[in-house]
């Protein structure tokens, strides 16, 4: 198969640094499944923000809905019109060591091979089944997009959902011995509901695989499937022995979601400039600046990550260290003091990270 | 300027036959601008689909909506899921004699050429400048191509969307000498409105340009630019001299949204299977067909145009008139028996056509 055109809008490089901190394969696809915890958010008539400190990037949201909601307001947006976009990865949940998605490709090759044996003695998935870390830190680009594509592409739509939902009911991030969905950010959580209170239609855009991100986005984040943007890839319509339709997963890129393609795909799949853009890396730094090229009130938000004993510390911006996982150069913090952006301390500006603390 | 790939979802062969029934170039553009006119829907209290006479083409739809949002109803959906999906051109406005859109195209040609005046003497702007409606009528398929590459791509997004809108508001349908907005179908607003009053969410899913649609989708339909689903053209992301970000439309064509495209599209922009689908055409069977495969209460509809008097008659189904122009042909009535959906006879079952009558 062909897979020079699938990229899964996952910056490749970083793949390769972040394998080797990976339990592979986790086999976690053999656990029982089990329920997962919903996380919580607080009601409507609540204070907001409530695991915010108070500080300037709580200002900068309470200011903003304020300033954008208040009908005498200069800088009120129509209802209609408030469009809110959110980075996943790194923004919304935990990108490290390495993205849940990238996980879950992997973690889908003994599957995969169980149905095409002739996959066992054939790399790269001869060397993911070896379950040698340091020999996956070491595929090729090309040899990691063979796994993508074997593992996100060639079945019917329900089958992946099916399969990525029972993997994400089942596979647990190594530090915290938790599943994956349990990590997403608490206050990220009421940035999203609190937004939604005052009517904006809150949109995931993330460079990861739009379908992935659609099996799971409703539950943790209340967003549902059709604001969901992310990486897409083509699908194919077609019947089955009975005559019934169905659609295939393509090994098809039509808009890698990242960088540039953010506000393309933003375009594509809203039509409308948002109002308020979330992020955390250099992946984010286009939606970012399309959203504040709007006129008006306008909020942008980059989540720094510089909490190692609550989450991890990374940059490598104001001296933390570097990674290739969700970068936040020192460049993108001076793009933001230049432009007004706020840059979130994941630190100082947030009480908790994650609801189960 | 390769153009290959851009087809914006229209069949190329209807362009053809069509195109000699127009007034071509219109030079609406130096008409002077005017408001256009609202098209009202009955409020959520008045009885619904007033426009539509007691039948079975009513029932099929007070019956669908009912079985659907009675909570004790075994085919009750969860709000969230009430996805209804509608075909444009000759399901919710007129398509005879040729698509609006490929009037805009055609209508745009000569603001082209002043811009780039090289091509004034290069076909086949040439023969569309000549105004010769036979020779227009058998320009080639790479010919037509060239036309909708030229006005449709190579622009800013903001700039597309203000000509088009700028046009819409003073080009005109020849036989009705009305704007070609005032042409949708009253009984079809109605439904929109019906369906919306009834927590389902509207969707467009159309052939024809989604970002040409997006550009009156709201004003005429009550449908946000979100909510249109249609041919799908890639977009550049780049910034002006002044360092602004701006998009720009390209000639790359993603997504073909007709025929199979039009589940395909359905599942990238929404991601959900719709619970009622709406259509008039061939183009429309597979986003029927998809529909009809979920379980539950479905609701497939078709609109059979056999009403030369107050719009236009063809099919050629029924022994009505043949057309390239919106083919609803023999076959795709035994479909709609055998699958038990819904034909709509504009003649029997709609009281009025449109607003203005």
């Known amino acids: ?46 204070e907001p923000l409530p695991s915010w400190k108070d500080g300037p990037a709580k200002h900068a949201i309470l200011d903003f809905v304020r300033d954008t909601t208040d009908q005498a307001s200069p800088k009120f ?39 095409k044996p002739e996959l066992k003695e054939r790399e790269p998935f001869k060397t993911v089944l070896s379950g040698d870390r340091d020999a996956i830190a070491k595929l090729s680009l090309d040899d990691l997009e063979a796994i993508l594509s074997a593992t996100l592409t060639g079945m019917p739509v329900d089958e992946f959902e099916a399969e990525a939902s029972q993997w994400l009911a089942t596979a647990k991030h190594p530090r915290w011995n938790r599943f994956y969905t349990d990590l997403a950010y608490q206050p990220m959580l009421e940035v999203l509901h609190y937004l939604r209170d005052n009517a904006y239609k809150t ?58 393609g953010k506000p393309e795909g933003i375009h594509l799949m809203i039509g409308r400039r948002p109002y308020a853009a979330f992020g955390n890396s250099t992946g984010d730094q286009q939606m970012l600046e399309y959203t504040g090229a709007g006129d008006g009130a306008r909020l942008m938000m980059l989540v720094l990550h510089d909490d190692a004993e609550r989450e991890y510390a990374y940059g490598p911006a104001q001296g933390l260290p570097n990674t290739r996982v969700g970068t936040f150069p020192q460049p993108l913090f001076g793009e933001a003091e230049k432009n007004g952006w706020t840059v979130i301390s994941m630190k100082n500006d947030w009480m908790r990270i994650f609801a189960f603390e």
Chains 1, 2 share one sequence.
Not at 21 to 33: E, H, K
Not at 209 to 232: C, K, L, N, W
């Open 203 to 260: 949109y995931i855009v993330t460079g990861g695989g739009q379908d992935f991100v659609r099996t799971y986005a409703q539950r943790i984040y209340g967003i549902p499937p059709e604001q969901v943007v992310g990486t897409m890839g083509g699908t194919k319509f077609g019947y089955d022995n009975n005559g019934k339709p169905f659609l295939t997963k393509e090994p098809k890129l039509l808009l890698n979601d990242d960088h540039a």
């Open 1 to 46: 198969m062909k897979t020079d055109h699938l990229k899964s809008g996952i910056d490749r490089r970083a793949l390769v640094s972040g394998l080797a901190a990976l339990p592979v394969p986790s086999g976690s696809l053999l656990a029982q499944t089990r329920p997962q915890a919903q996380l919580q958010a607080p009601a409507a008539q609540d």
């Open 77 to 115: 947006v129509p209802v209609e019109e408030r469009i809110a976009t959110f980075d996943q990865d790194g923004t919304l949940w935990v990108e490290h060591p390495i993205y849940t998605q990238v996980v879950y490709c992997l973690d889908r090759v003994p599957s995969v091979v169980a149905e």
